[in-house]
């Protein structure tokens, strides 16, 4: 015959479960390893890469002609081959997660804060910029030289947004980031952070290059951790995910604003790993690819930008081998990319 569990060994499993819960939640807010809390009580495994943008920009924004926009999918897109392409001054202004309104507000910021003389734009469009799930990123709520160009970040995307970074604060990813910031903190060693930044915002990726040159980095390991754990990490795009009406209306905003300050744009959906996208293909979101995709072509020429689907990596000539995970390019790509994107005039 079956018993029943004891009710008092429920009682100190559950209780268990929320003392650890709470240490972790806890021990990640307050070392902050993400810079998404703003506690700033250590020296953080990655910095706000919206301020540092800011502040980097400023010191540039008099001789800066030209922009690179996007999510960090464009961190490593490099302002130095757009000069010698150009001949414009270049600055790269790609912030985690950048959503329709964050590009904007980056080249309002440029042109109406920071009196640039800009009159091109480079801006790699995430898929995800254009879903209505997508909050307001933490990192941007940290910094309050945005706000005033990106409007009202408050209601429905500030509590989306403040349930994410409640959720992060229990991620075993954040837990590790916390124990590495701690451990370093006690041996007195410094942090290396997994990006640093050139002074015209390029990211470098010194830790991931180096053990690319040592042979270290197994990417197709790599691929499939990230994908194994994609659906919990990501907002995931799916056969049920929608483009946002408000977004697409925020970037014909966007188009006819640069139309109107004489800047020239050039946009493009980024490059992804080819598993990557078969990924989506299983998960029935290939359809809304295409559907932004033809967004894009027609708002462009409708806009005199000029637009190309970069999804492929093949498409532009880049090589499958050269990236950093899934989403994530090398600048070796890149520079294949620009070099294809600013020599067309026309879709």
């Known amino acids: 015959m079956a018993h029943r569990a004891d009710p008092f060994f429920w009682r100190v499993w559950l209780l268990t479960v929320a003392v650890t819960i709470a240490?972790?939640?806890?021990?990640?807010?307050?070392?902050?390893?993400?810079?998404?809390?703003?506690?700033?009580?250590f020296k953080p495994y990655r910095d706000n890469s919206y301020i540092k943008k800011a502040e980097l920009f400023e010191k540039l924004a008099p001789s800066r002609k030209a922009l690179i926009l996007g999510s960090s999918r464009m961190a490593t897109v490099d302002p130095e081959v757009v000069t010698e392409l150009t001949g414009k001054p270049c600055f790269n202004w790609a912030v985690p997660s950048a959503g329709v309104e964050i590009i904007s507000a980056c080249t309002r910021m440029a042109v109406e804060k920071y009196k640039a003389p800009v009159d091109l734009v480079i801006v790699g469009v995430d898929p995800?910029?254009?879903?209505?799930?997508?909050?307001?990123?933490?990192?941007?709520?940290?910094?309050?030289?945005?706000?005033?160009?990106i409007g009202d970040i408050g209601g429905?995307?500030?509590?989306?947004?403040?349930?994410?970074?409640?959720?992060?604060?229990?991620?075993?990813?954040?837990?590790?980031?916390?124990?590495?910031?701690?451990?370093?903190?006690?041996?007195?060693?410094?942090?290396?952070?997994?990006?640093?930044?050139?002074?015209?915002?390029?990211?470098?990726?010194?830790?991931?290059?180096?053990?690319?040159?040592?042979?270290?980095?197994?990417?197709?390991?790599?691929?499939?951790?990230?994908?194994?754990?994609?659906?919990?990490?990501?907002?995931?795009l799916t056969g049920k995910s929608t483009l946002s009406e408000s977004r697409m209306d925020e970037w014909v905003d966007y188009l006819q604003y640069c139309t109107e300050h004489g800047i020239r744009v050039y946009v493009y959906l980024p490059p992804a790993h080819p598993r990557y996208i078969e990924m989506l293909g299983r998960f029935g979101a290939l359809p809304l690819l295409h559907q932004l995709s033809e967004f894009l072509a027609r708002t462009a020429k409708e806009n005199g930008a000029v637009f190309h689907d970069y999804t492929d990596v093949e498409s532009f000539g880049g090589d499958p081998r050269q990236f950093y995970d899934e989403i994530h390019t090398r600048y070796t790509n890149n520079n294949l990319l620009l070099e294809r994107l600013l020599t067309s005039t026309s879709q």
């Open 23 to 41: 240490v972790v939640a806890g021990i990640n807010y307050l070392v902050d390893p993400f810079s998404i809390y703003g506690t700033g009580l």
């Open 128 to 149: 995800e910029a254009f879903l209505p799930s997508l909050a307001i990123h933490a990192q941007a709520r940290l910094a309050p030289m945005y706000t005033p160009y």
């Open 156 to 236: 429905e995307l500030e509590i989306k947004e403040f349930t994410r970074d409640s959720l992060r604060l229990i991620t075993v990813e954040q837990f590790k980031a916390s124990v590495g910031v701690l451990g370093r903190e006690i041996h007195g060693e410094s942090v290396t952070q997994l990006i640093e930044y050139r002074p015209d915002g390029f990211a470098l990726y010194g830790p991931r290059e180096e053990a690319i040159a040592t042979g270290k980095l197994d990417l197709n390991a790599l691929i499939d951790e990230r994908l194994r754990t994609y659906p919990d990490r990501n907002l995931c």
